[in-house]
């Protein structure tokens, strides 16, 4: 962890002084006074300088993104880069890249362990939690695509039929996309069932 | 693959320099242990093993290319 002592007449002067030493603003720095100082009689006699220790908190994206970049480098994965988008407290880091299909793996599964691994990381030197995305060649749009697609088709042939039609097990925010897909549909509703991570939709003709 | 295990596991704990990894190895595979500080091993499975299930769906995927299948587990410790 990077941190200044510095020594000023007062305790703002030690401050700013180390601010600028770090070249950082204040929200950045925990600061720790280790001594007040004394003005002293007449400003000569008992004078006693203030001292001040400012130590850099650990930036919590800056500290995700390094850890991103180091797994993906360790997994052999090399010429891949990483993109980032910040929207108020969440963000999205856009993995672009040779062989990214092994980060991205069966249904996405590599690239959500990576979202949440990279997640933790993130809020442990957060004070307000920030959400992470990790998404590599905008496989998260496509998939969101699919599964809309999908959720159509399974409609039509729930209304078609007359039956339910059960999906394989998918992740919580996969599910979410279905069902808001067919939220707005009068002629089947969806609902899901089992434990995660086993968790499936139905979907099925509404009764009328 | 040891190196990516320590990569990922030091992140997350608070007793980094408590992480160690072994390696053993038979025909078919090669086990890694990893073994931590006492009040980090909660950190490191997770709530309903979720960290470590996402620990060894990424090494996995980094070990996909070698012929072994490879094991990760942790370590208890007293």
Known sequence: ?208 | MKQLIETIVQALVDHPEEVSVTNSEDEQSITYELSVHKEDIGKVIGKQGRTIHAIRTVVYAAAAKQPKRVIVRVKEKG
């Open chain 1, 1 to 208: 962890m990077k941190e200044v002592t510095v020594t000023a007449a007062t305790v703002d002067e030690a401050v700013q002084s180390a601010l600028q030493q770090l070249g950082v603003s204040k929200n950045r720095v925990e600061i720790v006074v280790l001594d007040e100082g004394k003005k002293g009689l007449f400003g000569i006699f008992g004078h006693k300088p203030a001292v001040v220790k400012a130590i850099l908190k650990k930036d919590p994206i800056e500290e995700a993104e390094l850890f991103l970049k180091e797994v993906i480098q360790q997994m052999g994965v090399n010429a891949a880069t990483i993109e980032k988008q910040q929207h108020g407290k969440q963000v999205t880091f856009m993995i672009t890249g040779e062989q990214v299909g092994l980060l991205i793996g069966k249904h996405g599964q590599t690239l959500s362990s990576l979202q949440l691994l990279t997640q933790l990381v993130a809020n442990r030197y957060a004070e307000e939690y920030v959400s992470i995305v990790v998404d590599a060649e905008n496989y998260r749009e496509r998939r969101e695509k699919t599964l809309i697609q999908l959720a159509q088709k399974l409609a039509e042939k729930a209304v078609k039929t007359g039956k339910e039609v059960k999906l394989e097990p998918l992740p919580a925010h996969e599910r979410k996309i279905i069902h808001s897909a067919l939220a707005n549909h009068k002629k089947v509703v969806t609902y899901s069932v089992g434990v995660e991570p086993h968790r499936y939709i139905v979907v099925s003709p509404s009764a009328q």
